[in-house]
């Protein structure tokens, strides 16, 4: 079984500054999917980010980039010029790439300071 | 991305009672599915809603207690069976296979929030 692992329960960061949270994960698969999904206090999941494991170039959307080590089965996400919106839990998931059934980890609370 | 919209928003339940939850989209897609998440905690995965067959269900729960439908491509329900108090969670569908979208990326609904008393 997958298993996906947020060793940071909470973080917190000055507004404009970097941050950068932690996600692992256990698989046998080779072909597989990553993603960070953000959830305000509205209780909406939102997608930030997703990664490809058949894919060497670590992802990036403007402010949010990851850095993905396939071998070390590590996939952080950076958060530079942090802004008060970003305020909310994240969490690391991962999908199969045949069932597409996603698996997520426990999150971590961010919040930005002013 | 598409639009999703849950029914109800949240609700209030007695024990023993069941609730019905529906999950529509704006436009057709491959996958529904139905996630959970208890107060504090993450997102476990309660079913795959199949279109036209019975849906899938993730170790832990059982469709006697967890009744979906999927009719179309664009809808499905969630009832929650015979609820006790351990029921209260926010329960959430989600999809992925959006025509002319990436095929691997989930969109989710806003969630509906259930307490049972």
């Known amino acids: 079984a997958q298993t996906v692992t947020q060793s940071q329960p909470e973080m917190s960061v000055q507004e404009a500054e970097t941050v950068t949270l932690s996600c692992t994960y256990d698989?046998?698969?080779?072909?597989?999917?990553l993603f960070w999904y953000k959830q305000p206090p509205s209780r909406q999941m939102i997608l930030v980010i997703r990664?490809?494991?058949?894919?060497?170039q670590n992802a990036t959307e403007n402010r949010f980039s990851v850095n993905f080590q396939k071998a070390a089965k590590s996939f952080s996400l950076k958060i530079s010029d942090s802004q008060l919106g970003d305020t909310a839990m994240y969490f690391c998931?991962?999908?199969?790439?045949?069932?597409?059934?996603?698996?997520f980890g426990a999150g971590t609370r961010l919040t930005v300071k002013p | 991305s598409a639009v999703i919209s849950q029914k109800p928003s949240r609700d209030i339940c007695q024990r023993g009672t069941s609730l019905t939850i529906q999950c529509q989209v704006d436009?057709?897609?491959?996958?529904m599915f139905w996630y959970r998440q208890q107060p504090g905690q993450s997102l476990t995965l309660i079913a795959t809603?199949?279109?036209?067959?019975?849906?899938?269900?993730e170790s832990g729960f059982v469709i006697d207690k967890f009744p979906i439908s999927r009719p179309n491509l664009t809808f499905s329900t969630l009832t929650v069976s015979n609820m006790s108090p351990e029921d209260s969670s926010i329960y959430l569908c989600s999809v992925d296979g959006l025509a002319g979208g990436y095929p691997y990326e989930q969109y989710f609904g806003p969630g509906t929030r259930l307490t049972v008393t």
């Open positions: 698989t046998s698969e080779n072909n597989y999917y």
């Open positions: 809603a199949n279109q036209g067959s019975e849906a899938t269900y």
């Open positions: 436009s057709q897609v491959t996958m």
């Open positions: 990664q490809e494991a058949y894919k060497q």
């Open positions: 998931a991962f999908m199969k790439h045949v069932l597409r059934d996603m698996r």
